[in-house]
């Protein structure tokens, strides 16, 4: 421990307004952990992945409870894009599904940063490519490419950023700045770009309205180093979609972050993660979400104001407006109490609210469209890492305690097998229910929310007996997998 207390769990929750389900992330300690609403670990799997995300089984063929893992890695070079050997899709038991990394080019995967299950049953990953790129360096750097594989294994499609040099809008003096960092020979461990995110379109609006660059199978991809986001066209392999990498020059950068009126146009980002396009049946469907940073990024690097804070922002891409935004600010906190210079990702949820993964300290909480936090946790499975400039330790040997989380994602109850959660899990919920109103527990029962019933009826049998609970609190607490059990079925015939 160091010298002051640290927070970790849940540290606040408003059933209420907090959207309930389950959150998933990997962590430094290289396992992958399933949280409950509750802040209870309900499942892990002994490995990472980046990210650590449950599979939709819509797009998985129905199977429930399956992850996408970095299963094998280079140990001497397992921080850095370059040190993954093979990823592998993990069932609920941790068994093997499906791996891959022999079969890539070079004979390992190199995934990093991203990766999604797409509907025809290929997996999109974001890989490292050492390559050659002219347009920047005579030798060898770091490139990034985009994969899609079949079952099979097969690369059915591929994309890389070093062909697209001319297309991400980078100036000639940030093209110089760049050929001046890789002229030194420094091979930055995460790549020149960084891409941080690729995810599919999807069905939106904007194409349906004739936009043919929202092409629901059109790719959304951002740098964190070059702070741009663009979209590419699938079937050609070119941009048709820019924001960034340069706002105006001369807009006041001290006040970027404390500009919080809506709506305006869309002003400079900084070192930016997880934009997307929101999903169709949630709120503000079709809009540009992201997490900005405004993390040391650019080339040339921009300017950053004294006040270090991060920003959430939903844009209309058509309009290139920003339409919502979330800083500290609108918690009634100061601006620097949300900050995440280099990792993060945000999610918006049914009810309207946002899960925002403030990455670098490991909190991730739920955020309601008028700014109250209304679910807060806290990484309670640091990892320890070695200090990244061993040249400048001090004390031999000292390792860093590391909360950082890439990033977090909400995951629905019906995503799980039938009967998944463990019995301690289960017992711990009924708990927490008895908890909220004892004196009238069959009502409040009654009145508990759809996602409560159905992480309910994912759990395993309840305890033939409740031991340890009072013999009134014992028969409701036997009582509830009836009332969630009548609850579903009348959901099922409405």
């Not at 804070?309 to 800083?327: A, D, H, K």
Request: charged share 20%; proline share 7%.
């Amino acid at each position: 421990m160091g010298s002051h207390a640290r927070r970790s769990g849940l540290v606040h929750s408003d059933p209420q307004r907090a959207h309930e389900c389950l959150v998933c992330f990997s962590s430094l300690d290289f396992k992958t952990h399933l949280i409950d609403p509750h802040g209870k670990e309900a499942h892990r799997w002994e490995y990472a992945g980046q990210p650590g995300n449950l599979i939709d089984p819509a797009v998985n063929g129905g199977r429930r409870g399956h992850v996408l893992v970095q299963y094998e890695d280079d140990e001497h070079d397992r921080e850095s894009i370059f040190g993954n050997r093979t990823v592998a899709e993990l069932d609920w038991n941790g068994k093997v599904v499906w791996k891959w990394g022999e079969q890539a080019p070079g004979g390992k995967a190199r995934q990093n940063h991203d990766w999604t299950r797409l509907a025809n049953g290929n997996t999109l990953l974001v890989v490292a490519r050492p390559a050659v790129v002219p347009e920047l360096a005579a030798h060898e750097i770091g490139d990034q490419a985009l994969l899609e594989v079949a079952p099979n294994g097969a690369v059915v499609w591929s994309w890389a950023a070093g062909d697209h040099i001319g297309e991400f809008g980078l100036s000639d003096a940030g093209l110089d700045h760049l050929r001046q960092m890789l002229a030194r020979g420094f091979r930055d461990p995460w790549g020149y770009f960084e891409i941080n995110n690729a995810q599919i379109l999807g069905p939106n609006p904007w194409h349906e309205q004739g936009h043919s660059a929202f092409h629901p199978d059109n790719i959304i991809i951002d740098s964190r180093k070059a702070n741009f986001i663009v979209i590419i066209e699938k079937a050609t392999g070119k941009i048709v979609w820019r924001a960034g990498p340069y706002g105006d020059p001369y807009a006041n950068y001290e006040e970027r972050i404390h500009n919080n009126r809506v709506p305006r146009p869309l002003d400079q980002t900084a070192g930016q993660h997880s934009a997307h396009l929101i999903a169709p049946g949630l709120p503000g469907a079709g809009n540009l979400l992201l997490l900005d940073n405004q993390g040391s990024s650019g080339y040339p690097p921009v300017g950053l104001g004294e006040y270090a804070g991060s920003r959430v922002l939903e844009v209309n891409p058509v309009t290139r407006e920003i339409v919502w935004q979330y800083t500290a600010d609108d918690s009634g906190d100061p601006v620097w109490t949300f900050f995440t210079s280099f990792v993060g990702n945000v999610q918006r949820l049914p009810n309207g609210a946002t899960l925002i993964n403030e990455g670098m300290n490991g909190r991730i909480f739920q955020v309601a469209p008028d700014g109250e936090i209304v679910w807060e946790y806290v990484n309670p499975f640091p990892g320890r890492v070695d200090n990244p400039y061993p040249g400048h330790v001090t004390v031999p040997g000292r390792t860093l305690r590391d909360p950082t989380v890439y990033r977090a994602q909400a995951v629905p109850f019906d995503w799980l097998p039938e009967g998944a959660l463990s019995v301690n899990v289960t017992s711990a919920l009924y708990f927490s229910i008895w908890q909220r109103d004892e004196s009238r527990q069959d009502a409040r029962l009654e009145r508990l929310s759809a996602a409560t019933f159905r992480l309910l009826a994912a759990t395993s049998p309840p305890l033939a007996d409740c031991g340890g609970f009072a013999p009134a609190a014992a028969r409701s607490l036997q009582r509830i997998p009836t009332i969630a059990t009548a609850w579903l079925s009348a959901e099922t015939r409405r």
